[in-house]
């Protein structure tokens, strides 16, 4: 896979902000009438494909918001400086790739990403990263070869040793 700079990435994206934070209920939509046309028709097939797109649909919900949400955040406000450490964990066919956003002042995030035009490595990344409000969680962090979109809300980290949170 050939890498793309950070900022093809996001013009890449930003057609996606028109349909994205919907996508997820025409997915539903769509399985609803396939279920619909399962009662009509009495045959299984439209009843596979409603449940098809009724997994895709509730499995993918926070996805579109969160790209708008990176993108606007991208376009707006201005990022912090901070470090990102991927984890990549392989399955029989795929990889999933996971990140954790620590910045000095503010608690540790960790979300799923999709890499979108470029190859993570199992390692620590310097990052940029725009944030909800100042404490808020990560919406978009910036390393020097792509961008990671938590694809999922993120979740705060709470460490073994902390017993404040």
Sequence with gaps: MSTSSVETQIARLRPAVIFAPHMHKWFLAGAA??????IVFWHPWPLM???FLGVVGFSEQRAGPNILSAILAYDCDDPTVGTVCVEITSWSDSETYHATVSEIGHSD??????PQGWQP???S???RIWRCGTEGRPLLAVVEE?????RYDPELVVSRNDTSK
Excluded at 109 to 114: E, G, N, R, V
Excluded at 146 to 150: D, N
């Design 33 to 38: 009438i396939g279920f619909l046309a399962a």
């Design 109 to 114: 995030w960790k979300y799923q990403f999709i």
């Design 49 to 51: 494909i409603a449940f």
């Design 146 to 150: 792509g961008i990671l979109i938590p």
């Design 125 to 127: 990344y310097s990052a």
């Design 121 to 123: 490595a199992n390692r």
